[in-house]
């Protein structure tokens, strides 16, 4: 089993940058596909991020359009830690950002590919 546990939302004026974090712990993460997804209010959940392991210590990353450019994901894995750096929001971002583990899958955009989540932190961006 894997935890996972974000933290780093909060209220930020458009255009500004937050960092939110996602702590994994039961197992080490570091070959597992790790995403972000949000969920505004009345929308369904939708992806974010994904950054997929592909041997050694390489990994591929996948970005909503939405987002391509000003968000990205990284991770630490001394820390088993995955990163989510926000840049440029805008007040459509506002969300409920979740983090999301699986071991491996071949579809890492898709929701149901993840077999853990966290209970989500919630960012609010300002006009």
């Known amino acids: 089993q894997v935890q996972l546990v974000e933290s780093g939302g909060g209220l930020v004026q458009a255009g500004g940058s937050l960092r939110l974090s996602c702590a994994a712990s039961?197992?080490?993460?570091?070959?597992?596909?790790m995403g972000w997804f949000r969920q505004a209010p009345g929308k369904e959940r939708e992806f974010v991020t994904a950054?997929?392991?592909?041997?050694?210590?390489?990994?591929?990353?996948y970005y909503a359009d939405s987002v391509k450019g000003r968000f990205t994901i990284s991770r630490d894995n001394a820390k088993n830690t995955v990163y989510l750096q926000m840049s440029s929001l805008k007040p459509e971002d506002t969300a409920v950002y979740y983090c999301?583990?699986?071991?491996?899958?071949?579809?890492?955009?898709?929701?149901?590919?993840?077999?853990?989540w966290g209970q989500g932190t919630q960012v609010t961006v300002s006009s």
């Open positions: 039961g197992r080490t993460v570091s070959s597992y596909t």
């Open positions: 950054h997929v392991w592909s041997g050694g210590s390489t990994y591929v990353t």
């Open positions: 999301a583990a699986t071991r491996g899958t071949s579809y890492p955009k898709v929701r149901s590919s993840y077999s853990y």
